[in-house]
């Protein structure tokens, strides 16, 4: 069934092809590029389809890749290929990585380089490009000295998996092979019970002009809290599924894969590089409707902790935020809102869409400082209390004593070591 | 099946209407072989597909829904624990098991074919041919995915107590996943990707024709119709063609022979299953939704 490879024009075309895509930024492997040639060795590569489908099948792996691929295959052969192309909006970026293939926006970019397509693209949403590798030395030193110890595991929560255990149903396997020891004598019965393991955790980060002095460091905070989920974390009782990170702007970025660079800065390039928009104004409400309707709602949100790290500052309708953080409400297992500018003397959630969100928030702490970070973990952890969002709790018919492993702590509490064991 | 548009034809003699994408796609699973890992919105025919590609090849269909918290014993095998201690307390009150021979011999015992329960992963190497459909892998946790990975990459099994098993010939591989989590790249890797859109309309009205005979054409057409005006509003969940073919069937139940506003309105149900997205609906001018529907079938 097997043909020979296609003509050496055919395999040098993918090849350049799946060169062109890795330029928009998708990560194309030598074996995808093996797969590609021997699909259309089955097709035929003289039709403009069969080629687009064959590399489309075979290089792309996620949705977001599609629209690269579109753009990359026009860009190397020439015109779109017309009925296939899937109505999908390229981003500035993409398009900045297509006209410049080769320079993904390097960290030390002056923003007037990208300014002319930025300009072009829209004079409404301020885009820059972010190097938020300009912190200052001495913080960044205390951040990342102190942000190393940080981690931000979610409450326990019982999986379906069963592990060896005292108690619990009895464990058929277990039991057989003990009396096939005692050479089939019936011995004692062994037993199973359900594992737990952390809840996934999911962070939005408020990346607008309003959270300018936090962002950095709630981005390095988000860095510090997603790494355990990676292969370098310690598997203990059960591995947690990687935190989602997302950036909230002038428009929703998922930046859970730049999070993965082990190493801080390198990270942060990454996330400057995927962040054209930082520093704007932030419509809250619209962002968290695109967060829930693309990942929220199909599960990234479900039995998850979230915690939104924003101001509340709404530019758009503070209704819609209203509906939007309740909506986040029902499918997570608890929305906990940190707020940098609650711990400033004299704060009441005033800003509107502070106000519209907070009777559907479980927890509500700040986050202005590396204290009230660690204590954000605590809660996050289950292990210690935010103030409550008003009456959301019995109105929500939860018990927030069933919930947590330990009663209130209220404000920032200690370094996390001397946090309240968990149960 | 020489080309796409070839298999094209005979998954609409299945009942499966292929666009090109899908149907080079599933070409392409086949003639490489390579597993097949579709994703898209609920209900646009992902799992549909896998049952037509098993009609189309005449082979058994084998289904693995994954959920949150599977494992090998619910995948792959298990043992079937209760009589194998049956068949213990047996042999000893036969009093077959003494020596140190016996004993080897009567472990070989239980641990034998006859006691294996064979999950659907076991099931379809062991069937040829089969399709095997992994339904929902991003329900699973992604320990499952590495476990999937290492099965769908050389089709052995290996039962510790018994031996390898090896595929004859390797299952037609169909994955499906609703994108609720990003799956592991290096599962993506060994497959083609195809992202699954829903109908274009006059698919979607031979869908529903196919589906539901006894529906009208008109009824058909204007349900496809109303349908792509409700995705296009900015709803919680947007119907796929599962919840039109349910739409239809409704409808066709209620004896109605063409889609007007009461009718809609009491049908609603069937495609919209969110309160909120049927209070939008509510607040639209359902009857020039109607209106609309029929001008564009």
Known sequence: ???????????????????????????????????????????????????????????????????????????????????????????????QLVAEPGDPGSGSDGEGEAAPMVAAASTVEQLRHRDVTTMDAAEKEHLRRLLAAL????????????????????????????????????????????????????????????????????????????????????????????????????????????????????????????LVDAGGGTRLGELLKQFLDAWGQRGTARGAVVVLLSDGWERGDATLLGEQVARLHR????????????????????????????????????????????HLAAVVRGAAAGEGGATSRSTAGRSPAGRRGAPGVRGPAGPSGKEPARA | MQDPAGLARSLTRAGYFADEGVATAAYLALALPRPLFLEGEAGVGKTALAHALATVVGADLLRLQCYEGIDASQALYDWDFPRQLLHLRAAESAGTATGAGDADRLEHEVYSRRFLLARPLLAALETSPAVLLVDEVDRADDEFEAFLLEVLSDYTVTVPELGTVRAEVPPIVVVTSNRTREVH????????????????????????????????????????????????EDLLKPPGVAETIDWTLALVALGADRLDADTATATLGAVLKYREDQLHASRLDVQKMITTAVAGG
């Open chain 1, 1 to 95: 069934m097997v043909e020979p490879p296609g003509p050496y024009d055919a395999v040098d075309s993918l090849v350049g092809l799946a060169a062109t895509l890795r330029s928009t930024g998708v990560q194309v492997s030598t074996d995808r590029v093996h797969a590609a040639v021997a699909a259309l060795a089955q097709l035929d590569p003289l039709r403009r389809a069969d080629v687009y489908w064959a590399g489309r099948l075979t290089l792309c792996g996620t949705p977001d890749d599609l629209a690269r691929y579109d753009t990359a295959f026009a860009a190397y052969f020439g015109d779109r290929p017309g009925a296939v192309v899937r109505r999908q909006r390229l981003t500035t970026r993409q398009l």
């Open chain 1, 331 to 374: 499918l997570a297992h608890r929305v906990v809102w940190s707020n940098p500018r609650k711990a400033a003397p004299g704060y009441a959630p005033l800003a509107a869409g502070m106000a519209a969100a907070l009777p559907h928030v479980d927890d509500f702490v700040e986050g202005h400082s590396l204290a009230a970070l660690e």
């Open chain 1, 151 to 274: 981690r931000l595991p979610g409450e326990r929560r019982a999986t379906r998996r069963l592990r060896p255990s005292l108690r619990g149903q009895v464990d058929g396997g277990r039991t057989l092979r003990a009396w096939l020891a005692a050479g089939g004598e019936p011995a004692q019965l062994r037993h199973r019970a359900p594992s737990t393991r952390p809840r996934r955790v999911v962070l939005l980060v408020d990346v607008s002009g309003s959270m300018e002095g936090y962002a950095e460091a709630l981005l390095r905070f988000a860095h510090a809290a997603s790494r355990r989920g990676g292969a370098h974390a310690a598997p203990s009782r059960g591995a947690a599924d990687p935190t989602e990170v997302f950036a909230l702007g002038t428009r929703l970025t998922r930046i859970t894969r730049e999070m993965a660079l082990r190493d801080p800065d390198a990270a942060m390039a990454a996330v400057a590089t995927a």
């Open chain 2, 185 to 232: 790249d290096a599962l993506k890797r060994r497959c083609l990707y195809h992202w699954v859109e829903h109908p274009r309309f006059d698919r979607e009205v031979e869908i529903v024709r196919a589906r539901v005979p006894e529906a009208s054409a008109a009824l058909a057409a204007q349900v496809a119709a109303a349908v792509g005006v409700l995705r296009a």
